[in-house]
């Protein structure tokens, strides 16, 4: 699919970040476009930036993709007009880490439904379509770096980027033989909204050396336009695992070829992240406990 004028691309999560960024790439590149996000009003934004460049916008919906029916219901108005579409790219998701011994069942439950379910209603509604019409097509999934590498408190957060990884990788083999594409999109840093609103669950995100990690972790962070630019390329070359930033690629190398300097790395870096959750747990313990 190198040419991507007049084909059909569904985006979910396109209010803000890499989703508005790679709204506005593929309406570059001349792809018609259905959007979806639950924030309706960034949703009407970015369908406002796309419509003032000229890009073509089908339709918006502003909808929790976590919802089944009502991931069913849109697809299936879209399908009444137009029988299949030729891009789906599953790029909503949320952020929340933590120790296992802070997380709540609601947070395992909710990052699970959004980042993986969501992906699922998706892919159960928009796939079958693409199948049945014999037309090939393309299907993009973001995972993270946390869908390859055990970073440290990412056990829910991973739970759903390594799941999707998962789907993508059986489905790069089932849905060959119909011309249908799979891309598997790893972004490491990147400088969205998502930074500032991802749940850091047990840590004060007020605390300077939260705030100074979080500044290290935005100082090399791709941008939103640097991340679409790599999956419209990676639509338009069928390219399977796509690399936003080379740390993460080099890291994901490593982790493969040496699976024991790679532990070591992970532990100490998992300990290095415990002695600050350790330092903020101190001083309520004093408070809580004075002598």
């Known amino acids: 699919m190198k040419d991507l004028t007049g084909r059909l691309c569904l985006i979910t999560g396109a209010a803000s970040g890499i989703g508005r960024a790679?709204?506005?790439?593929?309406?570059?590149?001349?792809?018609?476009?259905?959007?979806?996000?639950?924030?309706?009003?960034?949703?009407?934004?970015?369908?406002?930036?796309?419509?003032?460049?000229?890009?073509?916008?089908?339709?918006?919906r502003a909808l929790d993709v976590s919802d089944y029916d009502a991931v069913t219901?849109?697809?299936?108005e879209i399908h009444e007009e137009y029988p299949s579409l030729d891009i789906v790219m599953n790029i909503a998701g949320i952020a929340i880490w933590g120790t296992v011994e802070n997380l709540e069942h609601r947070h395992w439950r909710s990052v699970v439904e959004v980042n993986l379910m969501g992906p699922i209603h998706i892919i159960?509604?928009?796939?079958p379509p693409m199948v049945r019409a014999g037309r090939g097509g393309h299907l993009v999934n973001v995972s993270s770096?946390?869908?390859?590498?055990?970073?440290?408190?990412?056990?829910?957060?991973?739970?759903?980027?390594?799941?999707?990884?998962g789907i993508s990788e059986v489905l790069?083999?089932?849905?060959?033989?119909?011309?249908?594409?799979?891309?598997?999109?790893?972004p490491g840093a990147v400088r969205t909204p998502l930074v500032g609103t991802a749940q850091i669950i047990g840590v004060d995100r007020n605390d300077p050396r939260v705030q100074r990690?979080?500044?290290?972790?935005?100082?090399?962070?791709?941008?939103?336009?640097?991340?679409?630019?790599?999956?419209?390329?990676?639509v338009r070359h069928n390219r399977f695992l796509v690399h936003t930033s080379a740390d993460i690629r080099i890291g994901y190398w490593f982790?493969?070829?040496?699976?024991?300097?790679?532990?070591?790395?992970?532990?100490?870096?998992?300990?290095?992240?415990?002695r600050m959750l350790d330092s903020q747990r101190q001083p309520l313990s004093n408070a809580l406990n004075p002598e």
């Open 73 to 76: 219901l849109w697809a299936n």
């Open 172 to 186: 790069r083999f089932d849905l060959e033989r119909h011309g249908i594409g799979v891309s598997l999109v790893v």
């Open 145 to 165: 770096a946390a869908g390859l590498l055990a970073l440290p408190w990412h056990a829910a957060y991973s739970a759903s980027k390594f799941g999707l990884r």
């Open 213 to 234: 990690l979080t500044g290290m972790f935005e100082g090399h962070a791709a941008t939103p336009e640097r991340v679409a630019e790599r999956i419209v390329d990676g």
């Open 22 to 60: 790679t709204a506005l790439a593929a309406a570059r590149a001349g792809a018609r476009l259905f959007l979806t996000d639950i924030a309706a009003d960034g949703l009407a934004e970015t369908v406002a930036l796309v419509r003032t460049e000229g890009g073509e916008v089908l339709g918006a």
């Open 255 to 274: 982790a493969r070829k040496f699976a024991l300097p790679y532990e070591i790395a992970m532990r100490l870096a998992n300990r290095q992240f415990s």
């Open 124 to 127: 159960e509604n928009f796939l």
